[in-house]
């Protein structure tokens, strides 16, 4: 009667030792202080669908990935483009760097770091909003520079010229009447003028 219990306890014993074990191993290897980065960028570009191209370009480079991405075109005509970006710790700084110099102007940076202690294969998280000029997903926008003007009035010309010719296209033969007509009549006054009396 007294060797019965005795295993339960040895087993009970080694159960809770394992789990103890597990608790202290998962501790090491994920430390209350592990330093994370995130960060926020805004900035102006010309043309915020190429921008945003050359963002994954500079992201996959650095090893990270996208884990969004938007474009929209807000009320005021303009083209935003918004990138959620997951990219390693020791990467961080230099796509934010790259970014920083490769994109257009900048127009808000920020970068929040919490914790101290550097452990490996640690994620950091980057919101991208790239805003494009005014127009840049209008085709029909109206011509502001001199250059685009007088273009435009060039080819409003070009445009009337065509008009003109496809109206009188259709009226050919009457020109070709009036040709023969014409030569005809030229080469009569010139025979008479031939014939007349000096």
């Not at 994920?30 to 994370?36: E, G, I, S």
């Not at 520079?145 to 496809?166: Q, R, Y």
């Amino acid at each position: 009667m007294v060797n019965v219990p005795a295993p339960k306890v040895i087993r009970e014993t080694k159960v809770v030792y394992k789990e103890k074990l597990k608790k202290e191993k998962d501790e090491l290897i994920v430390p209350k202080n592990r330093l994370v980065k995130t960060g926020t960028l805004e900035i102006n570009v010309n043309d915020a669908e190429t921008a945003k191209e050359i963002v994954k370009e500079e992201v996959a480079k650095y090893n990270g990935f996208i884990r969004s991405e938007n474009i929209s075109v807000s009320s005021d005509d303009k083209t935003i483009a918004y990138l959620k970006v997951k990219v390693p710790l020791q990467k961080f700084d230099y796509l934010m760097s790259d970014l920083n110099y490769n994109l257009g102007e900048v127009k808000d940076k920020s970068i929040n770091v919490t914790g101290q202690e550097v452990v490996e294969n640690t994620i950091c998280e980057l919101e991208i909003t790239l805003y494009g000029k005014e127009g840049s997903y209008n085709e029909n926008k109206n011509p502001e520079t001199f250059g685009e003007k007088s273009f435009a009035a060039v080819s409003s010309g070009w445009n009337v010229i065509t008009s003109i010719f496809l109206f009188i296209l259709p009226l050919w033969p009457l020109f070709l009447l009036g040709a023969i007509g014409y030569y005809f009549y030229k080469k009569r006054d010139k025979n008479t003028n031939h014939h007349e009396p000096h």
